[in-house]
């Protein structure tokens, strides 16, 4: 069965923190996609990054960074230097035609 | 190029009303899906579909609940007799044609029903 866990299921943090978010999935697939998305107060969905199973670099965008380790089976979200405007929830998702979305983190930074 | 288009974004009905979500692909996609969104939950998937063609709709509930993609215009998710529990946020996302293109699905701005 495929499966995403977000086990936080709220942070709070103080502006200029880093917030790491944590994801761990389950899948039989040797090839699959794993997606972050961004859910701001205003309900959107925002894209924030996809990356294919064979890809293990890291990769940073400015205050984010994701840590995909395939050993672990996780898929972490960082953000440095943490501000007001990143308060939202975030889903890690497993991709497929049934995008499996975890429960979500609720991230509040306060000022 | 516009993304991925619903309406109407903000849905009031009355319990026993039909409810019919409406949602506009991106130029040149052929692929539909639909997620629930329950209060403080995750994303469900519901059904997916390509022009004129259910390919999945193991996630719709079995009453009540009934998609289409059809040739012409957009994909409608219509929920029948609505219930309080129907009340969540409905997004679409639409992906182009082509093999793994399920992996490339670009998300509506959602649809938010309230049953009263």
């Known amino acids: 069965a495929?499966?995403?866990?977000?086990?936080?299921?709220?942070?709070?943090?103080?502006?200029?923190?880093?917030?790491?978010?944590?994801?761990?999935?389950?899948t039989r697939d040797t090839t699959y996609y794993l997606f972050w998305y961004k859910q701001p107060p205003s309900g959107e969905l925002v894209f924030l990054i996809r990356r294919n199973s064979f890809d293990e670099q890291n990769e940073i965008s400015g205050r984010y960074s994701w840590n995909f380790q395939k050993s672990t089976s996780s898929f972490n979200f960082t953000i440095t230097a943490s501000q007001v405007v990143d308060s939202a929830v975030y889903f890690c998702a497993l991709g497929g035609f049934k995008t499996i979305f975890g429960a979500g983190t609720r991230l509040f930074v306060k000022a | 190029n516009a993304?991925?288009?619903?309406n109407p974004r903000h849905l009031v009905r009355r319990r026993g009303q039909e409810a019919r979500l409406r949602c506009s692909p991106m130029k040149g996609h052929s692929h539909v899906y639909w997620y629930r969104q329950l209060p403080e939950e995750g994303l469900k998937f519901m059904v997916y579909l390509q022009k004129?063609?259910?390919?999945?709709?193991?996630?719709?509930?079995?009453?009540?609940?009934?998609?289409?993609f059809p040739?012409?215009?957009?994909?409608?998710?219509?929920?029948?007799?609505v219930v309080r529990g129907d009340s969540?946020?409905?997004?679409?996302?639409?992906?182009?044609?082509?093999?793994?293109?399920?992996?490339e699905q670009f998300f509506g701005p959602g649809?938010?029903?309230t049953v009263l």
């Open chain 1, 2 to 26: 495929q499966k995403v866990t977000q086990a936080q299921t709220e942070i709070s943090v103080v502006e200029k923190e880093d917030v790491t978010l944590d994801c761990v999935y389950e």
């Open chain 2, 3 to 6: 993304g991925v288009m619903q």
């Open chain 2, 52 to 68: 004129e063609n259910i390919i999945d709709e193991s996630g719709m509930p079995k009453e009540r609940f009934s998609a289409e």
């Open chain 2, 71 to 81: 040739k012409e215009g957009p994909s409608i998710l219509r929920i029948q007799q």
């Open chain 2, 88 to 103: 969540a946020a409905y997004f679409c996302a639409s992906s182009p044609p082509g093999g793994l293109s399920y992996n």
């Open chain 2, 111 to 113: 649809t938010r029903l």
